[in-house]
């Protein structure tokens, strides 16, 4: 088992990374929370689908009542009627501040139960057990919860920091690919930003030709250290700036045209991390038309994105409706966009003025494929 510790203001926490859920999870337990006299297992039903047998052994092993709470899959119940369900099971079942919510799943569940946890009796005791590359690698880490209102995303939400997070990298041997390629767009942005070396595991880890080569990767010696090494840079990410001020903007890489992406295209079809992908190609691009970078970068970030199947262009859709979303982009300051971009791998650079001419035009590059 290995273990990172995330300081933040509000507390210091352990992020352990185990593949034996079943006996390390218990262990910890009967060890770090004492004082606490029950444990509420929230999930979804997909999830809970194939881990029941596994949930149920470990929650038996850790000597507390525990109650398992099951929500539907999906992020449209990543919502405040959700949230209200399971405070009703959190008065149900007499929980007092001590006791332990345990967030089972993606990042739906996580930040759903981590919202309910940062509100129930003003906040609670909060585990995430995240079982997809997105909660392992970013949600779980750092302290957002939230869910989403009103048709926006993640608008009624809290800075609240788990007491500890239980990652069992081998829950991730059970998503489906598009869950793999999600997942991977962001460790792809943790090589590109802070660590060139995960790029390179992640081309060592992967052979070119097989087909079902992602899902060998995920079990792979070489994906668990990349987990290890995306976790840390989380940790440290939300260490120096928790309440995203500044510094942590720059998780925000490929995340700009990516939630345009997302939003022109009604959250179907893409997902988050698939949209990223081709977002961190547009804001390479970008970074190349302004001469921060050289072109050979990109190129060798391609090579990678195919090898790992991640999208590199942009869907042709309404380019209107994609240049419309910028201005809700969160980062947006001023009339202008706030742009994570590079010169070079792991050199990024926040620019704020931004030719609006320059972003279209590589939003029609990388739409239609133009030079
Ligand atoms: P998700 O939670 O919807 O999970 C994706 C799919 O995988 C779901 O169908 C889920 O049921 C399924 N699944 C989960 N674990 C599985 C497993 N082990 N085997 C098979 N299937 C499994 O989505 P996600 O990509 O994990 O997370 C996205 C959510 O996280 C969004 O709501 C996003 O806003 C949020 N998010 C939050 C933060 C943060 O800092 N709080 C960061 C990134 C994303
Ligand atoms: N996932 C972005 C952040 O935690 O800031």
Request: charged fraction near 25%; include cysteine.
């Amino acid at each position: 088992m290995r273990i990172i510790t995330a300081k933040t203001k509000a507390r210091d926490y352990p992020i352990y990374i185990s593949q034996q859920f079943s006996e390390h999870f218990p262990l910890l337990i009967r060890k770090n929370f004492k004082d606490s006299e029950k444990i509420i297992l929230v999930t979804n039903d997909k999830v809970f689908g194939i881990y029941e047998s596994n949930i149920k052994n470990t929650l038996d092993k850790c000597s507390l009542p525990h109650e398992i709470v099951v929500i539907r899959d999906g992020e449209e119940n990543k919502n405040l009627q959700k949230a209200e369900y399971i405070f009703g099971k959190l008065v149900d079942f007499n929980v007092h501040r001590n006791d332990i919510i345990t967030a089972f799943g993606g990042g739906v569940i996580g930040d759903l139960a981590g919202f309910v946890a940062s509100t129930y009796q003003r906040g609670i005791r909060l585990i995430h057990c995240p079982t997809t590359i997105v909660g392992q690698v970013d949600s779980s880490i750092g302290g957002k919860v939230a869910v989403n209102y009103s048709g926006i995303k993640n608008i009624v939400g809290n800075f609240y920091q788990p007491h500890m997070i239980f990652i069992d990298p081998t829950f991730n041997h059970t998503l489906e690919e598009k869950q793999i390629i999600n997942g991977l767009g962001e460790v792809v942005k943790y090589g590109i930003i802070f660590k060139k070396k995960i790029l390179d595991k992640l081309s060592q880890s992967i052979e070119d030709k097989k087909e079902d080569r992602l899902f060998e990767m995920v079990r792979s010696d070489i994906f668990r250290e990349i987990i290890y090494m995306c976790c840390s840079i989380k940790a440290m990410v939300a260490q120096k700036d928790e309440f995203d001020i500044s510094y942590r903007n720059l998780l925000n890489f490929g995340h700009t045209i990516g939630h345009c992406i997302e939003s022109a295209l009604e959250f179907k079809g893409l997902s988050h991390g698939e949209a990223v992908s081709a977002g961190m190609i547009v804001a390479i691009d970008i970074s190349v038309s302004l001469g921060l970078c050289k072109k050979e970068v990109k190129e060798w970030i391609l090579g990678i994105y195919k090898k790992l199947k991640l999208p590199y262009r942009i869907p042709e859709i309404d380019i209107d409706k994609i240049v419309c979303a910028l201005k809700y982009d969160k980062k947006f300051k001023t009339m202008q966009n706030k742009f994570v971009l590079i010169k070079g791998i792991n050199k990024p650079v926040f620019i704020y003025d931004v030719d609006r001419g320059v972003i279209i035009d590589n939003i029609k590059k990388s739409m239609y494929n133009y030079i």
